[in-house]
């Protein structure tokens, strides 16, 4: 058996070659484990008790080794609460299975995909590696992560979130398994808006009943000159990015393409610049030019200039404005709600959708842990990751984090979910978000993208800084023809 077969649907190995070279790294560095048949027998989409020695979620392969091995863990730091709740669930993991240790790494949020090339380059990675959905097609394209529907059953998979889902598939195959739901719409303080007699965004809880670009901007607009006639000089509209690193560019997937992808239609004709704003590279994944530099994609980065421009938001990193007071507005989702609910709200406030371009549009990125296509313990990797993801333990972390879940059966055995128009709304959002475009060069394109767009931020012009980049984009993603 070839070591290809063992990733049955993904590409080829000259394609994984060209991946592996884009990241600084050789043909043969990876070595493919074979994967057992899977046992799709699990009792519901994300719980099987009484199959293993300890309930191991959707995980539907053969029961674990009873040698002594060692399984590392490579994700994000949390605050010391959340770190608590995952170390609980390694402890347990390992009191059922105590030949398995668990050794973790912990890096900031940022670094993540650096660290991920670093590992695979290297020829030796940790078994379980966080990854993210948006750059599913360069771990397909790589061979760098196991298929983990050989591993998980049909009805688990199936219930997460359809966006997430199939933004982590590439090719048939579930290439990272997202394990939180982010949607991306917008956080407003009723103080700040009541103190200056301004109407605020509209609470509803449809994903497209928000208002449009232009209507925000306005109130933007109205807000800023308000306080700063009142002699606030402190307070701004809009909250600086939280998102990745914090500031201007600093997360172009789940922020910044935004103001981008909603001048876009996926509806337009498939040659229109319409139509490829929306797509935001070329169907083949190779080609940015004509699709990262529209007239669209222009003037949306222009919105976006003009906030920082005009003053709405910061030029720089202000960690927890929003939180702090120090914002009428902030791009957010479910986990602000449910953190303010659970640690007390600082102030009195709503959610509203994000702004409306063309179509009303946000994107969906979620933290996805993968397991290394070199591991030399597939299944045992397979089931702590199934394990981690359990019913229980997944109620455990996100009432620690504040986050949504991922799987819709979770969601919905949550009450407040369908009766508090602010979680009603994310999760609308969730069932209507878009992924990000696919391209196996996305760590190249998104590491180009950022800096092109604090460039934009920061003053230069959106159409010439565009055309600049989507040439270097095309540049990046020729090596992987």
């Not at 307070?235 to 500031?247: M, Q, V």
């Not at 989702?333 to 953190?339: A, H, L, P």
Request: proline share 8%.
């Amino acid at each position: 058996m070839t070591k290809s077969s063992y990733l049955p649907g993904l590409k080829s190995s000259l394609s994984r070659r060209t991946v592996l070279r884009g990241i600084a790294a050789t043909a043969g560095v990876l070595a493919m484990p074979a994967i057992l048949p899977s046992r799709a027998f699990a009792a519901t989409p994300g719980s099987n008790p009484g199959k293993y020695k300890i309930d191991l979620g959707g995980y539907t392969g053969p029961e674990l080794t009873n040698a002594p091995i060692t399984l590392k863990i490579m994700r994000q730091e949390f605050p010391p609460e959340v770190n608590a709740v995952l170390q609980a669930q390694y402890d347990a993991f390992s009191a059922a299975y105590p030949n398995i240790t668990i050794q973790e790494e912990r890096v900031p949020y940022g670094d993540l995909p650096t660290k991920v090339q670093v590992y695979v380059t290297s020829g030796s990675a940790p078994d379980i590696m966080m990854g993210r959905n948006d750059f599913a097609s360069a771990y397909a394209a790589g061979q760098l992560t196991l298929p983990l529907q050989q591993f998980l059953s049909a009805d688990f998979i199936e219930d997460v979130y359809a966006p997430l889902r199939e933004s982590a598939t590439i090719d048939g195959n579930l290439v990272c398994l997202p394990w939180e739901t982010n949607p991306v719409y917008m956080a407003f303080n009723r103080d700040i808006y009541d103190k200056l007699k301004i109407t605020p965004p509209p609470e509803v809880g449809e994903f497209d009943g928000g208002w449009t670009v232009e209507q925000y901007m306005q109130n933007f607009d109205d807000v800023t000159k308000a306080l700063r006639a009142s002699g606030d000089t402190q307070t701004f509209a809009l909250a600086a990015s939280g998102y990745g690193n914090g500031g201007p560019g600093s997360n172009y997937t789940q922020l910044e393409s935004i103001w981008v992808r909603m001048m876009g239609d996926p509806k337009a004709a498939k040659d229109s610049s319409t139509y490829n704003t929306f797509m935001g590279v070329s169907e083949d994944g190779f080609t940015a030019s004509g699709y990262v530099n529209t007239p669209e994609a222009a003037a949306g980065l222009a919105n976006y200039q003009t906030v920082f421009k005009s003053g709405y938001t910061p030029t720089g990193v202000v960690p927890d404005q929003f939180r702090g007071g120090a914002a009428a507005v902030t791009f957010s989702g479910t986990g602000t709600v449910k953190r303010f609910l659970k640690t007390g709200q600082p102030f009195n406030f709503g959610m509203s959708p994000a702004p409306k371009g063309t179509i009303a549009y946000t994107t969906t990125v979620a933290d996805s842990p993968t397991i290394y296509s070199g591991t030399p313990y597939p299944a045992e990797t397979a089931a702590l990751l199934a394990f981690i993801c359990n019913d229980a333990n997944r109620f455990a972390f996100h009432d620690a984090w504040g986050s949504m879940p991922v799987r819709k059966t979770l969601v919905d055995a949550l009450p407040e979910y369908a009766s508090d128009q602010r979680l009603v709304l994310g999760t609308n959002v969730a069932d209507n978000a878009f992924g990000p475009p696919k391209s196996v060069g996305w760590f190249d394109y998104f590491s180009a993208i950022n800096p092109a767009v604090k460039d934009i931020a920061l003053g230069t012009d959106p159409q010439t800084r565009l055309n600049d980049v989507a040439t270097q984009i095309d540049g990046l993603l020729a090596k992987y023809k």
